[in-house]
C-alpha cells in the first residue's frame, strides 16, 4: 500500500493524501491553500475523493473534478455545505471581475456525483466514516486494503461544544497500522472551554456595560452559527443582558439552513429543538449602516480583511468603549485583526487608524489540543503515527509527546510511504 502526500504537509492547507493498492487509489480530501483558487496538482487519476468536511483547505480543489465525473464521498452535512462554499468560490471570482472557468453547473455535477455512505466497498479496499466533531458534518476516514488500516483524522476534537460532540474514542478502529494525524494545535493547551465562554461572556457584558459596540469577526461555516447560537441562548437564559445583536453574511446566512436540516448531526440539545438556529435575539442584516448601535455583531469575514468586518474594525477600532473579539486560534501575520491586536493600528484607504477598542483573542477552537491529540493517540495506539495540518514546530512538539507510544514521522509533500 502507498500513501503519498499531496498537500496539508508541515503546514495548514491544500490537505490531500491518495491511499492506493494494486486494485484502487483513493484521495483523501482535496483541499486549496489559503488564497489559492483551485490546486492544480493534485491527482486527477483517483477511483474516488473522499472529504473529511467541507472546510475548503479539505475540499476546494473539488471543482476540478466536476467535469470528470469522479466519485465524491462524504456525509450530506458536508456535501450540502461544500457545495455552497464552491459556489461562493465562483461567486468571488466573478466579483473581481475574473472571468472564471467554472460555472453552478459544475457545482451541480459536483453534488450529482456525491455519495452519501458511511461506509463503501471498492475492489479490495473498505472505506468507513466516523464522527469527528470540530464542525457540522465532519468524519474521519478508515481504509482498510491488503490486510492493513488506515485512519484519517481530518480535523476532529474530542471535546464537545454547544452544539456538536466532539469524536466519540470508543467508536474508533483500534490499533490502526498507521494514523495520519492533523497536528494543528500539536504544540497548544488550552484551557477547559467552559472557562473560556466566561471569559468571552465578561468581554461581552463589560463592552454593554460601557454602552459600547461588540465586533465578532468568524468564518461563515461553523463558527457563525456556534456563536450566534450562543449568543442567542446566553440572551434567552439570562447570561447575557438583552443588546441589539446581529449577524451580517449572507453566505453564512445560506449555510444556517444546512445547521437546520441536518440538525440531527449535532448536540442532543440542538436536535431537541424544532428549528434551533431560527434565533430570537440576533437579527440577520445585510447592511452594515442598517445597524442599530450600540450592538454585538457578528459577521464576515473572518480575518477582518473584507466584507463588514473589515468596515465595522475601521468604523469601531478608535473608540475605547468598544470591543473586538477574536475566536480564531490562528490569526494570518498580515491580516487586519493581528495587526490590530498586537500594534493597535489599522490602515484603511492609506489612513492610520489608532485602535482603542479593546482587541481581546479568545481561542474557542473546533480543533483538538495537545492533550486531545494525545488522548486519541494513547486510546488508538496505533503503529505508525504520519502528523500532517499543522506547521512543523507544532507537528514535533506532538511528536516528542507521542514517540514513545507510536513511531512517528512528519511527511514533506511529495512524500511516499510504503506499507
Ligand atoms: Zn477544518
Request: net charge neutral.
Amino acid at each position: 500500500m502507498k500513501i503519498t502526500f499531496h498537500g496539508g504537509t508541515r503546514e495548514v492547507g491544500g490537505s490531500c493524501v491518495t491511499v492506493e493498492t494494486e486494485y484502487a487509489k483513493v484521495a483523501l480530501d482535496y483541499g486549496i491553500s489559503v488564497g489559492e483558487k483551485v490546486s492544480n496538482n493534485l491527482p486527477n487519476d483517483v477511483d474516488a475523493i473522499v472529504i473529511s468536511h467541507a472546510h475548503l483547505d479539505h475540499s476546494g480543489s473539488l471543482l476540478n473534478t466536476a467535469r470528470t465525473k469522479t466519485v465524491v464521498i462524504g456525509s450530506d452535512a458536508t456535501r450540502d455545505v461544500t457545495a455552497d462554499l464552491l459556489q461562493d468560490l465562483i461567486d468571488i471570482q466573478r466579483r473581481n471581475g475574473k472571468k472564471g472557468f467554472y460555472v453552478k453547473e459544475d457545482v451541480a455535477n459536483i453534488k450529482r456525483s456525491w455519495w452519501v455512505r458511511n461506509s463503501v466497498a471498492l475492489p479490495d479496499t473498505e472505506i468507513r466514516l466516523y464522527s469527528a466533531g470540530h464542525v457540522l458534518g465532519a468524519r474521519m476516514i478508515e481504509i482498510q486494503a491488503e490486510g492493513k488500516k488506515v485512519l484519517y483524522t481530518g480535523d476532529f476534537c474530542l471535546h464537545d461544544t454547544e452544539i456538536l460532540q466532539g469524536t466519540d474514542l470508543k467508536s474508533l478502529p483500534k490499533e490502526p497500522d498507521v494514523l495520519i494525524l492533523e497536528s494543528t494545535y500539536g504544540g497548544v493547551t488550552r484551557l477547559d472551554r467552559s472557562v473560556l465562554i466566561e471569559k468571552l461572556f465578561d468581554k461581552i457584558i463589560g463592552a454593554i456595560e460601557r454602552k459600547g459596540n461588540v465586533l465578532i469577526p468568524v468564518f461563515a461555516f461553523h463558527r457563525s452559527q456556534e456563536t450566534a447560537k450562543r449568543i442567542d441562548q446566553a440572551m434567552i437564559e439570562g447570561q447575557l443582558p438583552s443588546y441589539n445583536a446581529y449577524m451580517i453574511s449572507p453566505l453564512a446566512r445560506k449555510i444556517t439552513h444546512h445547521f437546520n436540516r441536518h440538525k440531527a448531526s449535532l448536540s442532543p440539545e440542538i436536535r431537541d429543538q424544532e428549528e434551533p438556529f431560527a434565533y430570537r435575539h440576533v437579527k440577520y442584516l445585510r447592511k452594515v449602516r442598517d445597524i442599530e448601535e450600540p450592538a454585538i455583531v457578528i459577521c464576515t469575514s473572518g480575518f477582518g480583511h473584507a466584507g463588514a468586518s473589515r468596515r465595522l474594525l475601521a468604523d469601531w477600532a478608535p473608540d475605547e468603549d468598544n470591543a473586538v473579539i477574536i475566536n480564531s486560534g490562528y490569526i494570518p501575520p498580515d491580516s487586519p485583526l493581528k495587526i490590530a491586536k498586537e500594534k493597535s493600528v489599522l490602515v484603511e484607504n492609506g489612513n492610520k487608524i489608532l485602535v482603542k477598542a479593546e482587541v481581546e483573542q479568545i481561542e474557542l477552537s473546533g480543533h483538538a489540543d495537545q492533550t486531545e491529540l494525545i488522548r486519541l493517540v494513547e486510546s488508538l495506539k496505533p503503529q505508525r503515527t504520519l502528523l500532517m495540518h499543522g506547521g512543523f514546530e507544532q507537528a514535533q512538539a506532538l511528536s516528542k509527546k507521542i514517540c514513545h507510544i507510536t513511531s512517528v514521522e512528519i511527511p514533506e509533500k511529495s512524500e511516499t510511504i510504503i506499507i
